[in-house]
């Protein structure tokens, strides 16, 4: 712009432009304080909740643990107490749970001590033809152990504490029955088309 295009008219155009500006300017600011506010205030109220909701958890739990029963009959194979295994749901479908602590490190360097003695090759299923197990199929070592084999009653205490997390009664067999050694996959020329197999 020339000097000789300066006008009253332009100046007063100019100083309106510039005063519009500087107050545009200075509503931003506040806007940004009453934004910043809000989301101070969002997140407060969100945290308040979120710490109410786990306090009323954490009552709950301990208001159940705290609860006193009244215990029924029972039979032979019932127990005279209450038993509480802490438990969390993993998943539904499929169905998964995990037990905290479910045996103390003290029973597992038991069970560990017990088992090693007695630890073998894992065994396979031989095929038509074969007469000794591939040294490279599977190369791992186990063995089973029973509470007979531990006078201290670790195992036993174990067993009837998995059956009560199971709600499965611990003797799945009666005497003289058995299940033969098998294998844990099926060959689709006896039972025809499968989904899935196990293994082979």
């Not at 294998?183 to 293994?199: H, I, M, N, T």
């Amino acid at each position: 712009m020339s000097t000789s295009d300066y006008t009253p008219k332009a100046k007063a155009k100019g100083r309106a432009y510039w005063h519009w500006n500087t107050t545009k300017t200075k509503l931003d600011f506040p806007a940004v304080i009453v934004f910043c506010c809000f989301f101070f205030v969002f997140g407060f109220l969100f945290s308040s909740l979120r710490s109410q909701v786990s306090g009323v958890r954490q009552r709950g739990r301990q208001l159940l643990n705290s609860v006193e029963y009244e215990l029924m009959g029972h039979g032979k194979t019932g127990d005279d107490s209450i038993s509480v295994i802490p438990f969390q749901v993993i998943s539904w479908r499929p169905r998964a749970f995990y037990f905290p602590k479910f045996a103390t490190p003290e029973q597992c360097q038991h069970i560990i001590n017990l088992a090693k003695p007695n630890l073998a090759p894992s065994k396979l299923a031989l095929r038509k033809g074969e007469s000794e197990y591939p040294q490279d199929v599977r190369t791992s070592m186990g063995t089973f152990l029973s509470v007979s084999d531990d006078p201290t009653g670790v195992l036993d205490a174990i067993e009837e504490k998995i059956a009560k997390a199971t709600k499965l009664p611990r003797t799945h067999y009666e005497l003289g029955q058995k299940y033969d050694s098998h294998l844990d996959a099926f060959p689709v020329e006896q039972y025809g088309p499968q989904k899935s197999q196990r293994g082979h």
